[in-house]
Structures are given as structure tokens and as C-alpha cells.
């Protein structure tokens, strides 16, 4: 199995702040990897697939870069609304696998 | 708009077979491919398995000797088994669609809480 990891697992980050969270695979997975963004008792909601394509109604301050095993979710500048957790997923090879997940926080 | 929802029990006796169904709305179950995922409280996301639409299915290694996913598409609707629970298989069960075998997840249901306790 794919093994993913995120880092920082904690972020605390002001409105305005540029913000950038890291996910990495244990072995490479070109550029199948999603970035979903999740509140308190909510589903999880894609932001980027295909490491850097940003799904269709998400604002354009999220931006995803990275191939093989490291990748990167970008929030150019942070907005209340903003304020999740963030889950890198794999779709390379089966079985599908998240990372860990990053919580960004009020600073 | 595509909207999906869970329903089943909350709670379930150790032992026992939880079981889960996803009704897919405002859409065609066919041509896509429809995952359930988890997820313990306070903890991460688990992707349990996934079905076409014609029946074809993959499971996580991790839990396939207790699940069955299967498809009823005269009523736009997929089902969860998951046998011999424990407390460990506690969690938010989603129900998910990706629009290919290896695809990430565009549309989520809104959620189970599934306890397992006696």
C-alpha cells in the first residue's frame, strides 16, 4: 500500500497569511492526488484534483503543485471561511489512501 | 445537482454485520463508481471499497474479509456489509463518487454515525 503523509499536522495562521501545506507519498504516484478540505461534522469537499486542476466553484486563492511523491496545497491569502481540515488522497493504485490531514487553526 | 445519502442503523452489537445503503439522487448510478469511507472520531479518513455500476468491485485489503459493497440500480442505490464489527469499526461512514475506477471523490453524502457497542 501507498503511504501518505502530511506536515505540518497543525498549522495556526492568520486571515491574510499565505499558507502552505506538504503531502508526500511513499512511492510515487505521477499526479494522482486530490487536496479535500473538511469542517467540523461535514464532508469532506475536493479542492484540487490531479495535483494542480482546481474543482470547478473553488475559489482560486487554493492552488496544488507537486508530481511523483511530493506535493503542495497553497492558500495564497488564508479567509475565515478557510479555517479546516485539509486531507491529501492518492488514486494512483488501490487501495485509495488519505494522509493524516492538517488542521489550520486561528493564530 | 447529485446529492447522495446514507441511512442504516447508528448502532450496532460487536459481532454483528453493520450495513449500510447510499440512495443516489438527482442523477444516474450508472457509468460512475461509488466508494464507502470512514471515519473514526477525531481521526482520519479510510477508504473502504468501491463498485461500478455493472456490479465489478475492489476493497482495501485492510477490511476485505468483512466487506461486501454491492449495487441496486433499478433503485440508483449501493449497499455496505461490513461483518464481525468491533468497536474499532465506530466511525462516520460516507458514501462517495468518482468518475473513474482510479478517481478522486467529487460528490460526498453528508454521513453516518455508526457506533458498535452491546
Known amino acids: 500500500d501507498i503511504q501518505m503523509t502530511q506536515s505540518p499536522s497543525t498549522l495556526s495562521a492568520s486571515v491574510g497569511d499565505r499558507v502552505t501545506i506538504t503531502c508526500r507519498a511513499s512511492q510515487s504516484i505521477s499526479r494522482w492526488l486530490a487536496w479535500y478540505q473538511q469542517k467540523p461534522g461535514k464532508a469532506p469537499k475536493v479542492l484540487i484534483y490531479?495535483?494542480?486542476s482546481l474543482e470547478s466553484g473553488v475559489p482560486s486563492r487554493f492552488s496544488g503543485s507537486g508530481s511523483g511523491t511530493e506535493f503542495t496545497l497553497t492558500i495564497s491569502s488564508l479567509q475565515p471561511d478557510d479555517f479546516a481540515t485539509y486531507y491529501c488522497?492518492?488514486?494512483?493504485?488501490?487501495?485509495f489512501g488519505f494522509g493524516p490531514g492538517t488542521k489550520v487553526d486561528i493564530k | 445537482q447529485v446529492q447522495l445519502q446514507e441511512s442504516g442503523p447508528g448502532l450496532v452489537k460487536p459481532s454483528e454485520t453493520l450495513s449500510l445503503t447510499c440512495t443516489v439522487s438527482?442523477?444516474?448510478?450508472?457509468?460512475?463508481?461509488w466508494s464507502w469511507i470512514r471515519q473514526p472520531p477525531g481521526k482520519a479518513l479510510e477508504w473502504i471499497g468501491n463498485i461500478y455500476y455493472s456490479g465489478s468491485t475492489n476493497y482495501n485489503p485492510s477490511l476485505k474479509s468483512q466487506v461486501t459493497i454491492s449495487v441496486d440500480t433499478s433503485k440508483n442505490q449501493f449497499s455496505l456489509k461490513l461483518s464481525s464489527v468491533t468497536a474499532a469499526d465506530s466511525a462516520v461512514y460516507y458514501c462517495?463518487?468518482?468518475?473513474?475506477?482510479?478517481?478522486?471523490?467529487?460528490?460526498w453524502g453528508l454521513g453516518t454515525l455508526v457506533t458498535v457497542s452491546s
Open positions: 462517495a463518487r468518482s468518475r473513474d475506477s482510479y478517481g478522486y471523490f467529487d460528490y
Open positions: 490531479k495535483a494542480s
Open positions: 438527482g442523477g444516474s448510478i450508472n457509468s460512475y463508481y
Open positions: 488522497q492518492q488514486y494512483n493504485s488501490y487501495p
